[in-house]
Nanobody
Framework: QVQLVESGGGLVQAGGSLRLSCAAS????????MGWSRQAPGKEREFVAA????????WYADSVKGRFTISRDNAKNTVYLQMNSLKPEDTAVYYC????????????????WGQGTQVTVSS
């Protein structure tokens, strides 16, 4: 089991930046693939970015590749999502996400989410 708490969401203009943080407790990062998912109103939750459980590889959704960067601080059990060049279509609730593993931009096995943090990008 792992507990996840996101922060850092807010309102930003198109082209701007935000950094999201996720504080994890419970099992350590080494036990999970850690990253981010998002969900816009009326749409399915979708994968954004994640580390493999080893922390040595990353996966990104095509829609955010080159704009978003995931990072982590193992000592703090914290994962970050730096979001640059934000677009209105990035507007969504962003969820810190943990899974048994990650492969082909999909979390595998047991999957856990935080409470979510709202990101709104205005045009």
């Amino acid at each position: 089991q792992v507990q996840l708490v996101e922060s850092g969401g807010g309102l930003v203009q198109a082209g701007g930046s935000l950094r999201l943080s996720c504080a994890a407790s419970g099992r350590t990062f080494s036990s999970y693939a850690m990253g981010w998912s998002r969900q816009a109103p009326g749409k399915e939750r979708e994968f954004v970015a994640a580390f493999t459980s080893s922390g040595r590889s990353t996966w990104y959704a095509d829609s955010v590749k080159g704009r978003f960067t995931i990072s982590r601080d193992n000592a703090k059990n914290t994962v970050y999502l730096q979001m640059n060049s934000l677009k209105p279509e990035d507007t969504a609730v962003y969820y810190c996400t943990a899974g048994s593993s990650i492969y082909n931009s999909r979390f595998q096995g047991s999957v856990y989410w935080g409470q979510g943090t709202q990101v709104t990008v205005s045009s």
